[in-house]
């Protein structure tokens, strides 16, 4: 069974633009979370999808949105990107909301803004 | 505000010794905690998980304890060997099952 796919594995975007990063989870998973990880700051939550529709939300600018497929493939997209949106995301699936043990992550999309 | 804290971002520790990792809280709302291991180029993976009505989980050479009225949990690794070293994130999950909480993470390195 494939794992948590992610795309592209590297990114650089310089201030302002915009920027799409791809996930598709598990096949029959059907929760998607994103996570943003930065030196010293851990995992910061972005959005939980489960169904096509958010479920949580973290505590990031609108600048940061996503958006869940009915294949459960889900987009997360950064507008006008900052130095300090430099990070890993990490994309995890799992079969539906709260199966924290059941939680598989991706290898994530390096992001470099410059 | 941090809810989550390993406020050791790194640790080494030798072959065959014991490894603990520790991990504080303030959200007294957290009521499942959970560990999870990284290795560089890959995404985190489960670990062990404790529930706060326990103070005390056990998975082979990996432990768990939870001290409720500290906000305090670690986990101990017997014996640690080469493989263990990585980056472990301890998280937290509210009582009313929303997302994760992460901490900042402790990079353990275990010398042969």
């Known amino acids: 069974k494939a794992g948590v796919t992610q795309t592209p594995r590297y990114l650089i975007k310089t201030r302002g633009q915009q920027v799409t990063l791809s996930c598709s989870p598990i096949s029959g998973h059907r929760s998607v979370s994103w996570y943003q990880q930065t030196p010293g700051q851990g995992l910061q939550f972005l959005f939980e999808?489960?169904?096509?529709?958010?479920?949580n939300k973290g505590n990031f600018p609108g600048r940061f949105s996503g958006r869940q497929f009915s294949n459960s493939r889900s987009e997360m997209n950064v507008s006008t990107l900052e130095l300090g949106d430099s990070a890993l995301y990490l994309c995890?699936?799992?079969?539906?909301?709260?199966?924290?043990?059941?939680?598989?992550f991706g290898s994530g999309t390096q992001l470099s803004v410059l | 505000d941090q809810q989550v804290k390993q406020n050791s971002p790194s640790l080494s520790v030798q072959e065959g010794r014991i490894s603990i990792l520790n991990c504080d809280y303030t959200n007294s709302m957290f009521d499942y905690f959970l560990w999870y291991k990284k290795y560089p180029a890959e995404g985190p993976t489960f670990l062990i998980s404790i529930s706060s009505i326990k103070d005390k989980n056990e998975d082979g050479r990996f432990t768990v304890f939870l001290n409720k009225s500290a906000k305090h949990l670690s986990l101990h690794i017997v014996p640690s060997q080469p493989g263990d070293s990585a980056v472990y994130f301890c998280?937290?999950?509210?009582?009313?099952?929303?997302?994760?909480?992460f901490g900042g993470g402790t990079r353990l390195m275990v010398k042969p």
């Open positions: 998280a937290a999950r509210d009582n009313a099952g929303n997302m994760l909480t």
């Open positions: 995890a699936s799992s079969l539906a909301p709260g199966l924290n043990e059941k939680l598989f």
């Open positions: 999808y489960f169904s096509e529709t958010q479920r």
